[in-house]
């Protein structure tokens, strides 16, 4: 068809300027390593996995969606501006057709879509124009192709790599089929590899524990359903993705599977998944504080800390409550001192009961501490221990301060006992610098304090107020009398108008909810007078009750309940966030 010869002389000299811009575009992508090309139509189809197509009609689709060519990818810049000047007679005869639309509409062109992409199959030329005069949308007969992996009108060569390696994987696995809500998406290279390798080793582990051969596909579904969802469930929770926008949950879980073998190597205990998320995500936490509230830590007394909110600790083990042991994993600091080994008596009658773990912490001054003579004997000494009794064990030397390395470790386990040769003292000044008060205010698990007594463990008394941190108690000893079979006694102390009559009844009521019972005190009075005499008196050898309730402040100058029964009981105190 002949056009004026104006109309194709402006036509012509919008290509040069076309041609100039994907010049310049080309310049600035190897200057910022941003990719420029299409797309190949061809090698997203191999790499992708295609699994099947079908026609979708005439369609109206965004321009900006058009991201590859089927055999014409290298003649047009991702934008659609051409690249070869040879073209500039084809194109020109486009664009002056088009600016004649009046008279002679353009024909539709015909694409092929891959999720939310779309590929040219004959009419680039129509896309290159229709691009240059500002058009949004340009209509076009589809063929949908369907693919393991979907990809986006956004997705680069780089990412496109990505994709074919997740495709292999979804092919190898099948776990699109398995499970089709699961997505593994990853933003490094080789990390397929790495899952497909903790899949085999799962699926060693699941023969032993079953005694039998598993099929591959029955070792990812369980996989996926034991391993990899319990984490992720883990980053939801506490909102750890957030922290990392550019980053995918499967990213995540690579990197706590890197963190976790980190851990089991520089502590030599087992930990599992699950701690190793939450440990990770108390230090991503602590990395992004902010640098007002660093300073203000590094200032403020340790005795002067809030320490972590109530009810977190409970909310983390809710489901192990009902499921598995409330206490799986057990960390008992030991000095190497004669009276520091009470701790772990204690320790092990406890993982007796719950089938647990003993994870021993021994803290040393300096690094070079580590593999000194002494840090090593309190380690055998602490082994041979743990093989006496037929508990297992393990014990981690670390260098720093006590306290923050008891309450760092303690993320990784689901209960601390500590041996208490220095209860908080009665004088504000001295509870201001009592190194147990700050662990008992800084500790993010329940914390077992033993006053160099070990008892076995046959009668328990809860002291429940009602507060936030009594129902932490509350949910303790509810377990420890349906699980461990203990005789519980609840004492409430109507004491200032804290606890009311119908405080004990709430605690009856969740108890025989969980199906268990207990005899019911109440008392009048000093609350940690009546605590340890009612303990006394009901030959009770193990106290629950709640941590501090009070603002930090208010309780260094006016003293707990919770220091008073620390002070003068002689029998452990299990003490509760």
Known sequence: MNYPSSGMHTAREDFRR????????????????????????????????????????????????????????????????????????????????????????????????????????????????????????????????????????????????????????????????????????????????????????HRYFMGLDFQRDISYEEAVGHWYDEVYLPVVLAFRERGLLRHFPDRTETDLYLWVAEHRAALEEELGWRITAAAAAVDLSAREGANLQSAAGRIFNAVLPAGLEAGPPAGAWRKDRLTARYTDRLFGDILVPVSGEDSGWFALEQAWRIAKLDSATLHGLHVVAAEDERESEAALKVRDHFLWRCGEVGVPGSLAIEAGEVTPKICERALLTDLVVVNMAYPPAPEPLARLSSGFRALLRRCARPVLAVPGVVTPLTKVLLAYDGSPRAEEALFVAAYAAGEWHLPLTVLTVLEGGRATDETLERARQYLEFHETSAALVRETGPADEAILRVADERQCDLIIMGGYGRAPMIEVVVGSAVDRVLREARKPVLICR
């Open 18 to 201: 076309a041609r100039q811009q994907a010049a310049l575009q080309e310049i600035v992508g190897r200057l910022t390593g941003k990719p420029v090309e299409l797309l190949s139509y061809e090698d997203v189809y191999r790499k992708l996995k295609a699994t099947g197509s079908a026609e979708r009609g005439l369609r109206d689709i965004p321009l900006d969606a058009i991201v590859g060519s089927v055999g014409r990818y290298t003649d047009f810049t991702r934008t659609f501006l051409p690249r070869q000047n040879s073209d500039e007679d084809r194109w020109a005869g486009v664009k002056a057709a088009a600016t004649n639309m009046s008279a002679h509409g353009l024909p539709p062109i015909e694409v092929y879509q891959i999720g939310e992409a779309y590929f040219v199959r004959d009419g680039n030329h129509r896309v290159s124009v229709a691009r240059q005069m500002g058009a949004t949308h340009v209509q076009a007969y589809v063929i949908e192709v369907r693919t393991r992996v979907p990809i986006s009108p956004d997705t680069s060569p780089d990412e496109l790599l990505l994709k074919a390696e997740y495709a292999e994987f979804l092919d190898r696995t099948k776990l699109d089929q398995l499970r089709p809500l699961a997505d593994l998406t990853v933003t490094v290279p080789g990390q397929y590899e790495i899952l497909e390798h903790h899949i085999e080793v």
